[in-house]
Structure formats: C-alpha cells, structure tokens
C-alpha cells in the first residue's frame, strides 16, 4: 500500500491499496478483509458498509452527479444504510484502468480524477462533494464502492 495523496484537503487516494491475494478475494467477492483495512485508515472510528458488489461501466455508461449523504430530513433511501447509519465517507476501489473516459468529476470542487488500478479514494458523503462520473469512452470501469457509517 502507498502512501496517502489528497485531491483536496477531504479527498484522498492510497494507490496500490491491496495485495495481490486481497485483490484476487475482491474478485471472488469476499470483502471481509479489505473491510477491515478500509476501516484501520479511519483508526476504526466507523462501520464499512456495503455490499462491496463489482460495479462495471461500458461505453458510452457514466453515473449522474449526486451525493452519497443528503440533508437530514432526506428520505430518498440512498442516503442511509441499514438501520438509518448516516453514511460519513465514501470508499472506492478501482480495479482497472484499461479504459479511457470514466472520471470521476467531484462537480462543486472543479476536481477531475482518472483512478489508476488497485487504487483506494475517499471523500466524505456530503452534498459539498456532489460528484459524478464522466462517460467511459472505451474499454469497461470496474469498481467496488464501500460507505462509512456512524452506526454498527
């Protein structure tokens, strides 16, 4: 694992996040471990949620702009996980970079990112960092999301 690179003073990226055996799990889909490391980066201060399930963008596929936590009083369902955690952080895991397009776009902070493979980025959940991603012009974006929440 590398060191820690902020986009930003609340954004940052940890390239060469797993090793190869921890990688080959995220294939397999087991998550236990790299849970747990994402979790040590936050001195264990907030529960990783998420199914951790493989997300694959094709050609021409981008995600609109949005944030990961809305106001308070939002009751979308894509603010919460389980029993209502507020999500504090996002965590991403890129597994490839054989693609071109496919950037992340934080919209209200003018940032645009193209994640190298077996990287780590996190930013907080809040609206401040509304982002979306950009729409892939070759090649497939594999990656696997992850929330931080103030709950267990």
């Known amino acids: ?3 820690i690179n902020n986009l930003d ?3 940052f990226i940890i390239k060469n ?29 907030y529960s990783v949620k998420g199914s951790g399930r493989i997300r694959v963008l094709s050609v021409g596929e981008f995600m609109e702009p949005h944030s990961d936590q809305h106001k308070d009083s939002c009751k979308c369902g894509y603010c919460s996980l389980g029993h209502n955690n507020k999500k504090i952080y996002a965590a991403v895991i890129y597994l490839n970079d054989d693609y071109s397009g496919g950037e992340i776009f934080y919209t209200n902070k003018n940032i645009k990112h193209k994640p190298s493979a077996n990287s780590l980025i996190c930013h907080p959940a809040s609206e401040e960092y509304t982002h979306e991603v950009l729409p892939v012009l070759t090649g497939e974006r594999k ?9 267990v």
């Open 1 to 3: 694992m590398d060191k």
């Open 9 to 11: 003073e609340n954004v």
């Open 17 to 45: 996040f797993l090793s190869n055996d921890e990688f080959d799990d995220a294939l397999r889909g087991d998550f236990n471990l790299i849970k747990l490391k994402i979790s040590n980066i936050f001195n264990n201060q």
């Open 143 to 151: 990656s696997i999301s992850f929330f931080l929440t103030d709950g």
